[in-house]
């Protein structure tokens, strides 16, 4: 989507601000014993109270209203029996539609006692989201986001999952510009224009660089299996920067 009047712009940061909210509550809400079902039925009160619509499940037919993962799941984890235990790493990943317009957001969340690798590799999970979101801006190259991203990654010692990638959004979940890579790409010859409504999500690893398929059609795995975190945002490219939608409280 390409954001060319107020009214696209208001609606969008209506959705923008609820998927940041639901997930906020969603991370607070995490404690050891309860199931990912459990956390899955915080978040789905949460959009239908703000007369949002979980988007992976009224587009795909996920059979959720968030995606959960859990540790060596990195990504489109079923919600269900699985109880979340002390030391686990959780990705929740929240998007969702209202009037129309859709917004796309997640964090990782470290439960209780947390190591140091862990805490470091979450931190450092959100200053790699941060370094390809200071690359967003009208006029810039789509590529930039991964050069940043991958340069961040290499200095401290990281791997990035590279069939995951940022995507355009807006009045779909899924749009172009399609593919946006999260890691130094080539290849990648795209300008973000002014307006343009995407992604930024990468997912920095312990090792893992590749997203395999489980058991279920819909769970990702980390290969060769190691902890991973993935944080995102949707943004606006604009002139000034990044224009961010998905700040809970904005």
Not at 170 to 187: C, K, M, N, R, V
Request: hydrophobic share 40%; with cysteine; aromatic share 6%.
């Amino acid at each position: 989507m390409t954001v060319s009047n107020d009214d696209e712009l208001a609606g969008l940061k209506r959705i923008g601000r609820i998927v940041a909210e639901t997930l906020e509550v969603m991370g607070r809400a995490i404690e050891p014993g309860m199931t990912t079902r459990d956390l899955d039925g915080v978040g789905r009160a949460f959009l239908e109270a703000a007369g949002a619509r979980s988007a992976p499940e009224t587009v795909y037919g996920f059979p959720g209203a968030t995606c959960i993962s859990v540790n060596e799941e990195i990504a489109h984890g079923i919600p269900g029996d699985r109880r979340i235990g002390p030391g686990d790493l959780v990705n929740i990943d929240v998007s969702a539609e209202k009037d129309g317009y859709f917004a796309d957001t997640g964090a990782s969340f470290a439960v209780p006692p947390v190591t140091r690798r862990v805490e470091r590799l979450c931190k450092d999970g959100r200053r790699a989201m941060w370094a390809g979101l200071r690359q967003v801006g009208a006029g810039k190259p789509l590529s930039g986001i991964g050069r940043a991203v991958g340069t961040f990654a290499g200095k401290n010692g990281y791997t990035l999952v590279r069939n995951l990638a940022s995507h355009g959004v807006g009045l779909s979940l899924h749009e172009e510009p399609t593919e946006i890579a999260t890691w130094p790409d080539p290849s990648e010859r795209r300008i973000m224009t002014e307006g343009m409504v995407l992604t930024v999500e990468p997912f920095l690893s312990l090792g893992a660089d590749f997203a395999e398929d489980g058991g279920d059609p819909w769970t990702l795995y980390s290969r060769p299996r190691a902890l991973t975190v993935q944080y995102e945002h949707t943004v606006v490219a604009t002139r000034n920067g990044p224009l961010i939608l998905t700040m809970a409280g904005a």
